[in-house]
């Protein structure tokens, strides 16, 4: 029977119902049977918890400047599957995933893979087919034990570690740091973003040094005139200029860390090329504003405590007289209390939807611990973004997680690729 491209992404979201399966036996046994094409060129492999995305498109960015192939895998997307699958900036053509995964499907069902699975193999066969240069691939969850820890790269990264998915990574910020220094193999290098803590510090350096790879720690404080406009975020580093188009103080240090990965790899990539790649990487959702009527809409897939102190942080810094609304949907494990506050401290008002998601936390169990006076629910994204046009408030911040992002901006029909309305 031939299915629709539509049919068979159902048919690939279906594999959810599996769960997260945290282990490599089966995507392992999968790869080997197609010739491990995740090993079909070079490549880069990112984790950490937030900051993944970001790093992943600047190294991506420098690479294609420099007149490389690339291909990027990342996850979860925003609106369109495709955004998972990139080579040379480009979302891959549905036909050409499509045909991927009518090769691919039999290995999918034999060794039962989930959906995370199928698709960072998907991606991996689609790199080889296109006979790309380098690869760039963001962990989906952890380090040592994600699907896509059967790479063997050229340079390991990992971004700054917070608190989340505890109930696999562990219950301490110890415990998911070392889940993350997971994805470091023997002899290849690893840079990874400065945990501050000596231990944590510790702990990296003695797994670099059991596995003889080499260890880089950046941080922001590497960089220097760090500068935050409406227009992006400049630095300087080692006396060369950079900007780029997304904005916050994080976005330095994950700039400074592709830029000593790309470094480590040893790539024949000029300061002027670095230059140029980090001013053109973008990646929807990240601190993105848009104007929209009368209102400004920051759109932040922030979906840990740490990461939505973050973006309240850079909201006070850059609408400190304004009004503000959020439209928040979290999902349920989560640890959304600490969310909440965070917005709280900052917020004229609350809007709490739920995306359409069986993970999503209900707007009930959200409002729980809110002040009545602070917050309304409306079941779904698309109205609660209607909602949020039609109060005072000047600026309309829509976070929480990617699916409400998604959501808001599908119903929006704001653009997912270039960030304009």
Request: some cysteine.
């Amino acid at each position: 029977m031939n299915r629709t491209p539509e049919q068979i992404r159902q048919s690939l979201f279906a594999l959810t119902t599996r769960g997260i399966k945290y282990d490599l036996e089966r995507i392992s046994a999968a790869a080997v049977a197609l010739g491990n094409p995740q090993n079909s060129c070079p490549s880069y492999h990112v984790a950490g918890t937030n900051g993944k995305g970001s790093t992943c498109s600047y190294i991506e960015s420098i690479l294609r400047k420099a007149g490389y192939r690339t291909g990027l895998f990342t996850s979860p997307h925003l609106v369109r599957f495709e955004e998972r699958f990139r080579i040379n900036g480009e979302m891959v053509e549905t036909s050409e995933w499509v045909e991927v995964y009518h090769d691919l499907e039999r290995h999918i069902a034999d060794n039962r893979l989930t959906f995370f699975e199928a698709t960072m193999l998907m991606a991996a066969e689609c790199f080889r087919r296109r006979n790309i240069d380098w690869a760039v691939y963001e962990t989906g969850l952890g380090g040592r034990l994600d699907a896509t820890n059967i790479l063997r790269p050229r340079v390991s990264i990992i971004t700054r570690v917070a608190m989340d998915h505890h109930e696999y990574l562990g219950n301490t910020l110890p415990e998911v740091f070392r889940e993350k220094l997971g994805i470091v193999k023997e002899t290849v290098p690893l840079v990874i973003a400065d945990p501050g803590e000596p231990d944590l510090r510790s702990m990296a350096q003695t797994v670099c040094m059991q596995r003889k790879a080499h260890c880089t720690f950046i941080s922001a404080n590497d960089a220097y005139e760090i500068r935050e406009t409406s227009g992006g975020t400049s630095f300087i580093h080692h006396g060369t200029s950079f900007t780029t188009r997304m904005t916050g103080g994080y976005q330095v240090e994950n700039a400074l860390l592709a830029i000593s990965a790309i470094a480590r790899a040893k790539t024949s990539v000029s300061r002027e090329t670095m230059q140029a790649g980090i001013a053109d990487a973008f990646i929807p959702g990240r601190f993105e504003r848009i104007t929209a009527g009368k209102k400004t809409v920051v759109l932040d897939v922030a979906h840990n405590p740490a990461a939505a102190a973050e973006l309240c942080r850079t909201l006070r810094r850059f609408f400190p007289d304004s009004s503000l609304c959020f439209v928040v949907g979290i999902m349920a494990d989560k640890e959304y209390p600490a969310m909440l506050r965070s917005y709280t401290a900052v917020a004229q008002h609350i809007i709490l939807t739920r995306p359409a998601t069986e993970r999503a936390a209900t707007p009930e169990a959200l409002a729980a611990d809110l002040p009545s006076t602070l917050y309304s629910i409306v079941d779904r994204v698309g109205e609660a973004v209607k909602c949020a046009f039609r109060r005072e408030e000047a600026v309309l911040c829509i976070t929480g997680s990617f699916y409400t992002v998604g959501e808001a901006m599908l119903s929006a029909g704001w653009d997912v690729i270039s960030g304009n309305d």
